[in-house]
């Protein structure tokens, strides 16, 4: 629980940890070890029946896991949380603790490429069924929500087509029909946007991605209340076994130092490229939640800290002057990952929503001349050259 009433930017160096309970240690330690002893057979037993509590065996939990575990529910405003090996491990996770066969899902207008196969893989083996909605409305949302309905799954901003979903609308109708609500928070870290205090249930992230910030971690995250974050830890995750590595732990608490200062630094120069992009004559069109044009603006404005550090924009002509375009980058590195300190540019069409049949990536929304920018630390100028003199190429 919380001990003091620290800003963001204190919790995210400070909380969850004690010096005084690890040798003076200013840094918290790496507990990199796979089992921990037990001083007898008896404890042993006791810390099975959990009758005592200890660590036991690094699968089932470890110190350096604990204390991000910790720091991470205190930033998102929750409970408690539990540490993966990747985001893909955190959303199966979650989608499986909460449904069974025969149960249905409802999702946001646009999910990630691989949420979409994990969604595809529980229908066909386990007749776990999922339909799409755009949530624009209470309306079309309860006309979603069958009696089988087991949770309501939304990325927001969705990716890459930057829509977004009202959170307390949705949160609102879920509570009626005690559904529980998930959110995939990775496009906004907690610094952005706090789900769980808009009266969703359940927030995920891929933590390789903001809460890293330096390309060099694969990891998960789930938050929510005890109850859900202890079941899942005891079932899903003990027995699949989706867990972190405490050396990836130990650099997420790391980079999640600089979290709001990086934050910071990704939302305005996204904002000052959005400013370049979208009079830009080859340019058709620019998908970025801080457009005061662009259909959700007063739902960012009402849920979200800032607008983030990505954007999509598509180009005037055909994916191959997509791709065209990208291949002309310098500076802009083409890879699928986000929040990097690097400014990084990928063609979702063929790379993170390939999985993805064409038909369905249209009612996405998601063009084959749309490019995704995860926008950088760099000097923003140098980001818009490194865009100029690639379009002008093409």
Not at 119 to 133: N, T
Not at 177 to 199: A, E, R
Not at 247 to 260: M, S
Request: with cysteine; hydrophobic share 40%.
């Amino acid at each position: 629980m919380k001990e003091k009433n620290w800003q963001f930017e204190t919790e995210v160096i400070h909380a969850g940890y004690h010096s005084d309970e690890c040798q003076g240690s200013l840094i918290p330690p790496l507990y990199q070890t796979s089992t921990f002893v037990f001083t007898s057979a008896e404890q042993g037993e006791k810390r099975f029946a959990g009758q005592e509590n200890g660590f036991i065996y690094s699968r089932l939990g470890n110190p350096t896991v604990k204390i991000l575990e910790d720091r991470v529910a205190e930033l998102e405003k929750g409970e408690a949380a539990l540490a993966f090996s990747s985001g893909m491990a955190a959303v199966s996770a979650v989608l499986i603790a909460l449904t069974k066969t025969g149960d249905h899902i409802i999702c946001s207008q646009g999910v990630y490429g691989c949420t979409f196969g994990l969604l595809k893989l529980l229908k066909e083996k386990y007749g776990i069924s999922h339909d799409f909605s755009k949530m624009n409305s209470i309306e079309e949302i309860e006309n979603g929500i069958y009696p089988n309905t087991a949770c309501i799954y939304i990325e927001t901003p969705i990716n890459p087509t930057m829509k977004l979903v009202d959170l307390e609308m949705i949160a609102k109708i879920a509570k009626e029909k005690g559904i529980p609500v998930v959110i995939d928070n990775t496009f906004c870290s907690p610094y952005l946007q706090t789900p769980l205090t808009l009266g969703c249930d359940i927030v995920i992230h891929s933590a390789t991605k903001y809460i890293c910030g330096h390309g060099d971690v694969l990891a998960g995250l789930v938050i929510g209340k005890t109850e859900f974050i202890q079941e899942v830890s005891r079932t899903t995750q003990k027995d699949i076994g989706g867990i972190i590595s405490p050396f990836d732990a130990w650099l997420l608490l790391r980079g999640l130092k600089t979290l709001p200062v990086r934050m910071d630094r990704h939302c305005e120069n996204a904002n000052r490229l959005f400013e370049f992009l979208k009079d830009h004559p080859k340019i058709d069109k620019v998908y970025f939640p801080g457009d005061s044009e662009h259909p959700d603006y007063a739902i960012m404005q009402k849920q979200m800290k800032k607008p983030g550090g990505l954007l999509s924009f598509t180009v005037k002509g055909t994916k191959e002057t997509a791709q065209m375009l990208i291949n002309q980058l310098e500076l802009i590195k083409i890879a699928v990952s986000l929040g990097d300190a690097e400014t990084l540019i990928q063609h979702p069409a063929t790379m993170t929503h390939a999985v993805v049949p064409k038909e369905d990536r249209k009612k996405m929304g998601i063009e084959d001349t749309m490019l995704r920018l995860s926008v950088g630390l760099e000097a923003w100028e140098d980001i818009r050259d490194d865009l100029e003199q690639a379009i002008r190429k093409i």
